[in-house]
Structure formats: C-alpha cells, structure tokens
C-alpha cells in the first residue's frame, strides 16, 4: 500500500518501491500561487528522497492540467509575473530532477499543463479523450522565453512549428506519431501501465550499476541547459525578456 507524503488541496503524493506518485485532483488544475505551492512542496519531497526512485505525475477526471489560471490573472491587473516565475522554476526543478520522471497524460494538457507534461523525461497518454495543445496563437497571446526554451529541448522543429504556430491539438495517437509523448494506453489502463514504465525506468531495471542521483541531475542540465537557465534566470517572464 502507497504511503501518504502529502495529501492537501487537492495535492497527493504517495510512495511505494520507491515510485512516488503525485495525483493532482483540483478540477482543471489550473496553475496559480496555490498550485505552485502543492507543487514545489511535493518536488522538495521527492527531490529529498533516496535514490533508487522515480517520479510520476497524474491526475483524474477530463484534465491533466488545463494551463494558467487566467481568471486568477486577470484579478492581478497585470501584476502575476511573479507566479509564472515561480511555476517556471518548478519546472526547471522537474526538468532536471535527479531520477527519471514520467507525465501519465490523463486528459487534457493545455499551454502550462503541455509543459508540465514537457518537463517530465516521458510522457504516457490515454487514448480517446485529451489533447496536448499550445493554446497561445489562438489566444492572442506570446510564448515567453522560459516555455519556449522547454518546447524547443523537447520537441522536434516539425512538430513545435505545428503545434505553437498553428496551434494543433495533438490526440495521443498523434502526439506519439509526433513522439510528443512515448506510449498510449487506454484509460483503464494508464495507472497499470504507467506504474509498469516507471518500474521500468528505476537504475536497476536499467541495468545502471553505478546510478548517482547527483550525477544524473548533472547530465540532464547539460543537456536542457538553454531551458534550464530560461526558466531560472532573473526576469525571463518579462513581456520583452527575448529582446
């Protein structure tokens, strides 16, 4: 039976094997100052946990994370670009954790669930309900530096031309044509199948004798370092941060 870290506001994270599960259970999931709370606590406790460990993150119902919460933002008249950095360096946590992290695409992950989705290592989808978008075109909105700089370490130019430019909804049998994401099941079986893809991830069942957490996190920076340092860098969320 999974262990309880954290179950508050619609945030649970659980452990068992060393797999820690984070279900997101807020409706639509919509990322505002309480979120990036529940989030950057429930990262803190994976991030402090021994290695061997894998990270997945999940939700239920229609939404895996439905983007900003622009309601929220409109109320800030204009003053909420301390959220959005804040959400940023979740991410760029995530994006270089030191274990393998899988996204079990449950629903819909729009604009800032995309990315969450993005800042995972991998990425399952359910079949038959959801698409992954980048809503911003059809929003009359820019994609600042720090989402930019995730799309671009993550996606091919093909595949990021469609989906920011022409604002293309990816079903999942599209998003893994695109390899958006790495594996589609149906929805009863997305727990099932995810567990197993993360079990499969973990350093022994990879075969990685000499596995070190520190060294890991290390090879990912250097890897996503242009996303690293957009999303952690001072001011990246300005309107102009790319000029």
Not at 22 to 49: I, Y
Not at 136 to 161: D, I, Q, W, Y
């Amino acid at each position: 039976m999974a262990s309880p870290l954290l179950s508050r506001d619609g945030m649970e994270l659980c452990e068992a094997a060393g797999v820690f599960t984070l279900t997101m259970t807020r409706g639509e999931n919509r990322v505002n100052p309480e979120f990036v709370a529940l989030l950057s606590q429930a990262l803190e406790l994976v991030e402090a946990a021994p290695s061997p460990k894998v990270l997945v993150i999940t939700s239920k119902g229609k939404f895996f994370c439905n983007g900003l919460d622009l309601e929220w933002m409109q109320t800030q008249k204009g003053d909420s670009l301390d959220m959005v950095e804040s959400f940023w360096k979740c991410l760029a946590r995530l994006l270089v954790m030191d274990c393998h992290t899988v996204a079990a695409i449950n629903g819909h992950g729009f604009g800032a669930g995309m990315f969450l989705s993005l800042a995972c290592d991998w990425r399952v989808m359910q079949t038959g309900r959801g698409f992954l978008n980048f809503p911003e075109a059809n929003l009359g909105m820019r994609l600042r530096k720090g989402f930019s700089e995730l799309a671009k370490c993550k996606l091919s130019p093909h595949t990021l031309r469609r989906g920011v430019l022409a604002a293309h909804r990816f079903s999942a049998e599209e998003a893994l044509k695109c390899g958006v994401v790495d594996e589609v099941c149906s929805a009863e079986d997305l727990g099932r199948v995810a567990h197993e893809f993360a079990l499969s991830k973990k350093p022994d069942a990879l075969g990685l004798l000499r596995f070190s957490g520190h060294a890991f996190r290390q090879v990912k920076m250097e890897l996503y370092t242009d996303a690293y340092l957009a999303l952690t860098g001072p001011g990246t969320a300005e309107p102009d941060s790319r000029l």
